[in-house]
């Protein structure tokens, strides 16, 4: 009884989630003035970064266990088309790629980094971390985050760190090169599971996340590539406020 409430909430969160607007156009920053402390009040749209009861990212300490159901990865290879937004390296995602959890289906839009981590898993920050975003028929965003650690080299972390543009509001699309999507899951599918919000403004909540409980790698070389570009994009730790976390127990 316990896990069929559990994912009914989990559920009737996700349906009422909005896609966010872009926030791109208005500046905003990782520190001083336009920083964090701050992206509440450069726009009305933003007041959730302030306001908002399931902000995130967390320090992800679970709350509860259950039996979560795998989520079911449809992905392939994609063509290489990547952005350089002003606050991380980007990678767009055509149609045809998708996840499967609550009973529905998510198309993958876009995925993009952080450095350092911005969600920690009891208390352990990474040097990376990867968000792969997803938005179903209605909307609402599902959102799955892969940590990265220092490690063996990911060549499709390669070719993207590697390609990116340098100048802000640029593509690169790699003509000759594709990159595979499931070379950023762990081999470990369990997760975490929980409600929160965007980490960037507009800070919309509503956002299903789904936390992968092991990392992924990425090579020192790498690592270092990609905070040539960015040095730091990571929003601070917010309130869990007694939200819901349960961790999977497959």
């Known amino acids: 009884m316990h896990r069929l409430l559990t994912l009914s909430l989990f559920a009737a969160l996700s ?14 920053t990782y520190d001083g003035p336009q920083g ?5 009040v450069l726009n009305e749209g933003f007041h959730a970064c302030e306001l908002g009861q399931v902000q995130s990212p967390i320090d992800i300490l679970s709350t509860s266990t259950a039996d979560l159901p795998a989520i079911r990865f449809r992905y392939g290879t994609i063509p290489t088309e990547i952005v350089n937004n002003g606050h991380t ?6 149609a045809g790629h998708s996840i499967v959890t609550d009973g529905e289906e998510y198309q993958l839009v876009q995925f993009h980094f952080h450095t350092p981590s911005e969600y920690h898993i009891e208390g352990k920050e990474y040097p990376l971390e990867l968000h792969l975003v997803h938005k179903n028929a209605k909307g609402g965003l599902a959102v799955v985050g892969v940590m990265i650690e220092e490690g063996p080299v990911n060549t499709e ?8 543009p340098e100048k802000s509001g640029t593509t690169a699309k790699l003509e000759t090169i594709e990159t595979d999507l499931s070379k950023f899951l762990p081999k470990q599918d369990t997760y ?16 299903s996340w789904h936390m992968m409980t092991t990392p992924i790698t990425a090579s020192m070389a790498q690592i270092a590539k990609f905070k040539e570009r960015f040095q730091m994009n ?17």
Do not use: Y
Not at 15 to 28: L, N, P, Q, R
Not at 36 to 40: I, K, L, Q, S
Not at 192 to 207: N, R
């Open 192 to 207: 975490f599971k929980f409600m929160g919000s965007l980490t960037t403004p507009p800070c919309s909540e509503g956002v």
């Open 89 to 94: 390296i980007q990678v767009n995602v055509p």
């Open 15 to 28: 349906a009422s989630t909005a896609w966010a607007v872009d926030s791109h156009d208005i500046h905003w």
């Open 234 to 250: 990571a929003r601070p730790l917010q309130p869990m406020n007694g939200r819901l976390v349960v961790r999977d127990i497959n």
């Open 157 to 164: 972390l390669e070719d993207i760190f590697w390609n990116a």
């Open 36 to 40: 964090p402390d701050h992206w509440a």
